[in-house]
């Protein structure tokens, strides 16, 4: 049991590995600049549109006060915004993708292949940027690789997700929590070594440590439920620590050699193209570890909870389960569920919110630094590498001091979610007429760039790992694809929303600067939701949920 969990887990792993590095080179660096830079090399200046925006650059003349536009179809679109509405476009659309597939995904021997069948359209389709020139006639399509890409990963990471709570239950130290509340027969589950030290275990009174002297063997002390709690809570933050830290550790090594090329090329656009390029390389390369070694789906050694999923035998055609798909979606957001699962929704409101403020400072901040801060490539490479450094540094800090404050997954989220909100704040004092005579503050200089690259990577790679963690807790077993569907589409039907209003505050001001106002009030009306949200109550209304579907099946079968 312990070499399969620690197979499974590597795999889980090495696919966090091989597809955080898409978004960490692409997503949030390289492909925003290069859609915006294939929109500005077949653009042309305003108001008149007859001077290209790149003879003006390559004359030497900065064309930051006269706005550049590309024609699509016969509508012109500010350069600056082009990148954002192809963002807007390609998170619509995989919404509507992880919606269709959450069923398929929750059957055992098709939430693998999905997984491998995704991120072989994501990579490639990021491959393809590689042989795509902005000279080309056909350089629109690079907005359909980057929609296609972002579609594969996002399906792809919902599937993996999907993986995390089986994890977490068949993890070490969860299995000897489960044993010593009395869910699971010591001698019938080989009892494994923690992977935590002992000072991470739940406080015991010594009564509840029973002695068989003449045996001279000690049998394991009882816990209470809120002490398995605890335990499963910290093993699933763990997890996801982990995976965010092997993603971000990928995505800085990809950067530190794609700075190589952006460097010498002097941030060309085929250099910015190779970046995007060897991201998608990467990605397919290491997902071979996790094609061999993640399991297909949920086996019942990982989960014995998933009665649902292991239902293979009987006949289902792609049609139908996509139809069954948008079917149980319905059932699912109906007012009675919404009612029996409150807290589960309360967090996926809160997360609606943060997702697409977290998100959108990431891609307008990169846009800040390049149209209006004037930040040469390698510069924002660099940032990009710093950002995930401390993302690294993040997700394990913050674990530790959890265990040390007794904090929960919940109350790291809120302080989480408080830190980041300084940023667009800070952004903002950039209008104070006394901050404008300063030589820095409010954002105004690149310096300050990389300060708040430190500061965001470190509290975001622990905001990501949290959030997944957390939401892994309210989760009503046996149905994780199709809820971490519902997180993806949380995430996502937000997430074109703050790029779009970003998009259209940059075109009606001319001056990105005026969307920190929107990130600031959209990440604070998250807050109080937060807090609105009982993490134990919302774990037992799940489990609860599962127990009468699983009545529900048994009787509908003896009928």
Same mark, same amino acid.
């Given at each position: 049991?312990?070499?399969?969990?620690? %197979?499974?887990?590597l795999?889980?792993l090495s696919?966090?590995?091989?597809?955080?590095? +898409?978004?960490?080179?692409?997503?949030?660096?390289?492909?925003?600049?290069?859609?915006?830079?294939?929109?500005?090399?077949?653009?042309?200046?305003? #108001?008149?549109?007859?001077?290209?925006?790149?003879s003006?650059?390559d004359?030497?003349?900065?064309?930051?006060?006269?706005?550049?536009?590309?024609?699509?179809?016969?509508?012109? !679109?500010?350069?600056?915004?082009?990148?954002?509405?192809?963002?807007?476009?390609?998170v619509?659309?995989?919404?509507?993708?992880?919606?269709?597939?959450?069923?398929?995904?929750?059957?055992?021997?098709?939430?693998?292949?999905?997984? =491998?069948?995704? $991120?072989?359209?994501? $990579?490639f389709s990021?491959?393809?940027?590689?042989?795509?020139?902005?000279?080309?006639?056909?350089?629109?399509?690079?907005?359909?690789?980057?929609?296609?890409?972002?579609? /594969?990963?996002?399906?792809?990471?919902?599937?993996?997700?999907?993986?995390?709570?089986? @994890?977490a239950?068949?993890?070490?130290?969860?299995?000897?929590?489960?044993? %010593?509340?009395?869910e699971?027969?010591?001698?019938?589950?080989?009892?494994?070594?923690s992977? &935590?030290?002992? *000072? &991470?275990?739940?406080?015991?009174?010594?009564? *509840?440590?029973?002695?068989?002297?003449?045996?001279?063997?000690?049998?394991?002390?009882?816990? *209470?439920?809120?002490?398995?709690?605890?335990?499963?809570s910290?093993?699933?933050?763990?997890?996801?620590?982990?995976?965010?830290?092997?993603?971000?550790?990928?995505?800085?090594?990809?950067?530190?050699?794609?700075?190589?090329?952006?460097?010498?090329?002097?941030?060309?656009? +085929?250099?910015?193209?190779?970046?995007i /390029?060897l991201?998608?390389?990467?990605?397919?390369?290491?997902?071979?570890?996790?094609?061999?070694?993640?399991?297909?789906?949920? #086996?019942?050694?990982?989960?014995?909870?998933d009665?649902?999923?292991?239902?293979?035998?009987?006949?289902?055609?792609?049609?139908?389960?996509?139809?069954?798909?948008?079917?149980?979606?319905?059932?699912?957001?109906?007012?009675?569920?919404?009612?029996?699962?409150?807290?589960?929704?309360?967090?996926?409101?809160?997360?609606?919110? @943060?997702?697409?403020?977290?998100?959108?400072?990431?891609?307008?901040?990169?846009?800040?630094?390049?149209?209006?801060?004037?930040?040469?490539?390698?510069?924002?490479?660099?940032?990009?590498?710093?950002?995930?450094?401390?993302?690294?540094?993040?997700?394990?800090?913050?674990?530790?001091?959890?265990?040390?404050?007794?904090?929960?997954?919940?109350? !790291?989220?809120?302080? =989480? !979610?408080?830190?980041?909100?300084?940023?667009p704040?800070?952004?903002?004092?950039?209008?104070?007429?006394?901050?404008?005579?300063l #030589?820095?503050?409010?954002?105004?200089?690149?310096?300050?760039?990389?300060?708040?690259?430190?500061?965001?990577?470190?509290?975001? /790679?622990?905001?990501?790992?949290?959030? %997944?963690?957390?939401? $892994? &807790? @309210?989760? #009503?077993?046996? &149905?994780?694809?199709?809820?971490? /569907?519902?997180?993806?589409?949380?995430?996502?039907?937000?997430? +074109?929303?703050?790029?779009?209003?970003?998009?259209?505050?940059?075109?009606?001001?001319?001056?990105?600067?005026?969307?920190?106002?929107?990130? !600031?009030?959209?990440?604070w009306?998250?807050v109080?939701?937060?807090?609105?949200?009982?993490?134990?109550?919302?774990?037992?209304?799940?489990?609860? %949920?599962?127990?009468?579907?699983?009545?529900?099946?048994?009787?509908?079968? *003896?009928?």
């Amino acid at each position: 049991m312990v070499s399969s969990y620690k %197979r499974q887990l590597l795999g889980w792993l090495s696919y966090a590995f091989a597809s955080e590095v +898409f978004v960490v080179v692409s997503l949030t660096l390289f492909l925003p600049i290069c859609l915006e830079q294939f929109a500005s090399d077949n653009g042309y200046l305003r #108001p008149d549109y007859v001077q290209p925006c790149s003879s003006s650059s390559d004359s030497g003349t900065s064309y930051a006060t006269e706005r550049c536009a590309v024609k699509i179809g016969w509508v012109w !679109v500010d350069t600056a915004s082009f990148s954002l509405y192809v963002y807007s476009a390609s998170v619509a659309l995989q919404a509507l993708t992880v919606i269709s597939m959450g069923s398929i995904a929750d059957r055992p021997t098709c939430r693998k292949p999905l997984l =491998l069948m995704f $991120a072989f359209i994501g $990579a490639f389709s990021a491959i393809l940027f590689l042989f795509l020139p902005s000279s080309s006639p056909l350089w629109f399509l690079c907005a359909l690789f980057a929609i296609l890409a972002n579609v /594969g990963f996002g399906a792809s990471v919902v599937a993996m997700n999907a993986y995390l709570p089986s @994890l977490a239950n068949a993890s070490p130290e969860v299995v000897q929590a489960r044993i %010593r509340l009395g869910e699971l027969d010591a001698s019938s589950e080989p009892i494994v070594e923690s992977v &935590e030290d002992e *000072d &991470e275990q739940p406080p015991l009174s010594s009564q *509840d440590s029973i002695s068989a002297p003449l045996l001279g063997i000690s049998t394991p002390p009882k816990l *209470d439920q809120s002490a398995f709690n605890a335990t499963l809570s910290r093993a699933t933050s763990r997890i996801s620590a982990l995976g965010i830290a092997s993603g971000y550790g990928a995505g800085i090594i990809l950067l530190l050699l794609a700075l190589i090329p952006v460097t010498k090329l002097h941030g060309s656009t +085929f250099s910015l193209r190779l970046a995007i /390029g060897l991201s998608g390389a990467w990605w397919a390369i290491f997902s071979i570890p996790a094609a061999i070694w993640l399991p297909n789906g949920t #086996p019942h050694d990982v989960s014995s909870n998933d009665s649902a999923a292991a239902k293979t035998g009987d006949q289902w055609t792609l049609w139908s389960e996509i139809v069954a798909a948008w079917k149980r979606l319905g059932v699912m957001l109906r007012w009675n569920q919404i009612k029996q699962l409150q807290h589960t929704f309360r967090y996926l409101a809160a997360w609606f919110l @943060l997702s697409d403020g977290f998100t959108t400072i990431t891609s307008t901040a990169v846009l800040f630094g390049k149209t209006t801060l004037h930040m040469d490539p390698s510069w924002l490479v660099l940032i990009g590498a710093i950002t995930p450094a401390m993302g690294i540094t993040g997700s394990m800090v913050f674990p530790y001091l959890q265990r040390k404050f007794s904090w929960s997954n919940l109350k !790291v989220v809120v302080i =989480l !979610v408080i830190m980041v909100s300084c940023i667009p704040a800070y952004g903002c004092l950039g209008f104070l007429p006394i901050v404008k005579g300063l #030589p820095f503050g409010g954002l105004t200089t690149p310096g300050e760039m990389f300060g708040l690259a430190v500061y965001f990577g470190f509290a975001y /790679g622990a905001f990501q790992s949290y959030a %997944r963690a957390c939401y $892994a &807790e @309210l989760v #009503p077993p046996g &149905e994780e694809a199709r809820w971490y /569907g519902l997180f993806s589409i949380t995430d996502k039907s937000s997430s +074109f929303v703050g790029p779009l209003i970003v998009g259209l505050i940059a075109d009606a001001t001319g001056n990105i600067r005026y969307a920190f106002f929107f990130l !600031v009030l959209m990440i604070w009306l998250a807050v109080p939701v937060l807090l609105s949200v009982d993490v134990e109550r919302g774990r037992e209304d799940a489990r609860n %949920r599962h127990i009468h579907r699983d009545l529900c099946e048994v009787s509908s079968s *003896d009928s």
